[in-house]
């Protein structure tokens, strides 16, 4: 998409996550990789939300009820019952038929055929950024690295309006892929073989991707 489209998209997912009921609460939404970056057009549109766990659960008693009428486990307890009951087309699960909430907040947020990239985490960005870098490079797993270019666009209930208008007028500037990731830790020659798998892995992406994670 151009790059005016990515970032209206952008506003309206923002609009999205504060004006709806989520399936969780999500506590941050940051934007990364081509559009922080000023690229047009953007191939594709990374998001990044942190979200809370219902530790309680919202009405945990209603679980089984969803599980009849749905074939899905754990609404209730994972997600807000109050939120299937106004959704329950967005209602997805996991390969154990357990709800998922990433996948719900992607179904919500996201249409199937869009350019767009949403990674759910519990953890705020940065410190997630840190973590997979630190798996990453334990494992060499470099595709799983986080593009650490991010802006905060909602946190803790508050709309950054001017980093909304800086990312609109491609005002931020940022290093390149592998220097971020030289400022991160990683030694040279592993900052460009985690930029280039990296690459490897948007370009082998189609349509609407999301990608649960837990720290």
């Known amino acids: 998409m151009d790059r005016d489209a990515a970032v209206d998209r952008v506003e ?14 999500v506590r941050e939404v940051w934007v990364y990789g081509d559009v922080a970056l000023g690229l047009d057009p ?6 990044y939300l942190t979200k809370d766990v219902l530790l309680r659960g919202d009405d945990a008693d209603r679980a089984d ?27 997805r699960a996991n390969e154990n038929g357990h709800v998922a909430p990433e996948r719900c907040l992607a179904a919500h947020l996201v249409d199937d055929d869009e350019p767009i990239h949403l990674e759910v985490c519990n953890a705020g960005f940065e410190d997630n950024v840190t ?20 802006v905060c666009l909602y946190a803790d209930g508050q709309r950054g309006e001017d980093a909304l208008q800086k990312l609109r007028d491609g005002e931020l500037v940022f290093p390149t892929f592998p220097e971020a ?17 990296v690459k490897e892995r948007r370009e082998r ?5 999301v990608r649960g994670d837990v720290v």
Request: hydrophobic share 40%; proline share 4%.
């Open 65 to 91: 009820e969803f599980e009849r009428e749905y074939g899905v486990a754990g609404v209730g307890k994972t997600v807000r019952a109050s939120w299937a009951d106004a959704h329950p087309e967005h209602l």
């Open 12 to 25: 309206a997912l923002l609009d999205t996550v504060v004006d709806d009921e989520m399936p969780v609460p």
């Open 205 to 209: 992406a189609t349509g609407a991707t």
């Open 181 to 197: 990731l030289e400022m991160l830790g990683a030694e040279e020659d592993e900052a460009e073989l985690a930029a280039d798998a």
């Open 131 to 150: 973590q997979r870098l630190e798996g990453a490079l334990a494992t060499e797993t470099y595709e799983h690295v986080l593009d650490p270019r991010g």
């Open 42 to 47: 953007v191939d594709r549109l990374d998001v």
